[in-house]
């Protein structure tokens, strides 16, 4: 029962990934996005991983870890993108 509970709030939570990672693409600004926000989930689903692989409690709950880590990283480089385009969209000069 512990890991269905577990597998349902990795799930919770995954589900608002897709909806970030579009948001992130169709926005093309990193503006009001907090990259050390996204680094500390990223570090948080890696630290699950970890926990489940060193306590060989490997189960179907681990690949909602991976996905979820996987999808916070997309994010991630999104944000470095729009960062990118931010910067780019800066008229030389000014701040």
């Not at 996204?38 to 570090?43: G, N, R, S």
């Not at 692989?53 to 991976?66: A, E």
Request: hydrophobic letters at 50%; proline letters at 2%.
């Amino acid at each position: 029962m512990s890991e269905i509970l577990e597998a349902v709030m990795v799930i919770c939570f995954g589900i608002s990934w897709p909806i970030s990672i579009y948001k992130s693409y169709k926005a093309r600004t990193a503006k009001g996005k907090s990259v050390h926000f996204l680094y500390f989930i990223v570090f948080g689903y890696a630290c699950g991983v970890a926990s489940k692989i060193i306590g060989h409690k490997i189960s179907y709950v681990l690949v909602f870890y991976i996905l979820n880590f996987m999808l916070v990283s997309v994010d991630i480089l999104l944000y470095y993108r729009n960062r990118r385009l931010d910067q780019i969209a800066i008229p030389h000069g000014t701040v």
